[in-house]
């Protein structure tokens, strides 16, 4: 069963911030939240990931809430080519570890 | 980072028959993962295939439905067996950790699309 929910749709303006939130609250101290993005008819793309501290990479930041029940991406400036399905993911174990994935967030980019 | 490649693409197939799905990495890997995709839905894990060892499969996937095989570090196939037009799903290959480490991320391959008439 899904670890987190996510809005089913969400819009954003080209060249604004896109802020893209998720539920986890039943997520495991050990647990790691992922984000990855499918755009369409191609593989998920991995985006980002944390444990209990904020992360920021090249293409995002990763906001996650003191207590870990929420997180949000934030995408800083959205282009066109950002419109995808977003999944907020959790990690569970290790070294055998397994993504147990989301609904997912389709994010369109209005020019 | 890793690249992934899958065969096929995509196919269009009778029902009762099967087809077999290639994973090909271009480096060594550890954990090999198959996916299921059914149009307009999330991902579903089907099974792991590790090297050496018999795949395991989640709930609701047997191995008489969906046979893995992984002969070496770097290839896997999945079968999916008797097909029905239930089966139609994009089928997603994806790879994990390179048996020194884990990798922080799973990479994907392109997919393939199945539709079963």
């Known amino acids: 069963d899904a670890k987190t929910t996510q809005p089913t749709s969400m819009d954003c303006a080209e060249g604004r911030a896109a802020n893209l939130p998720c539920n986890h609250s039943t997520i495991s101290g050990n647990e790691y939240v992922y984000w990855y993005r499918q755009i369409h008819s191609q593989g998920p793309q991995y985006i980002i990931h944390g444990l209990k501290n904020n992360e920021t990479n090249e293409m995002a930041s990763l906001i996650i809430t003191e207590d870990r029940k929420s997180s949000t991406l934030i995408l800083p400036h959205a282009t066109l080519r950002d419109t995808a399905v977003y999944y907020c993911?959790?990690?569970?174990?290790?070294?055998?570890?397994?993504?147990?994935w989301g609904a997912g967030t389709k994010l369109i980019i209005k020019p | 980072s890793a690249v992934i490649s899958q065969k096929p693409s995509r196919d269009i197939c009778q029902r009762g028959t099967s087809l077999t799905i290639q994973c090909q990495v271009d480096?060594?890997?550890?954990?090999m993962f198959w996916y299921r995709q059914q149009p307009g839905q999330s991902l579903t894990l089907i099974a792991t295939?590790?090297?050496?060892?018999?795949?395991?499969?989640e709930s609701g996937f047997v191995i008489d439905k969906f046979p893995i095989s992984r002969p070496n570090l770097t290839f896997s196939t999945l079968t999916v067996s008797n097909m029905s037009p239930e089966d139609s799903s994009i089928y997603l290959c994806?790879?994990?950790?390179?048996?020194?480490?884990?990798?922080?991320?799973?990479?994907f391959g392109p997919g393939t699309r199945l539709t079963v008439l």
């Open positions: 994806s790879v994990g950790g390179n048996g020194q480490s884990s990798y922080n991320e799973q990479f």
């Open positions: 480096s060594q890997v550890t954990m």
């Open positions: 295939a590790n090297q050496g060892s018999e795949a395991t499969y």
């Open positions: 993911i959790v990690r569970v174990g290790w070294s055998n570890y397994q993504l147990i």
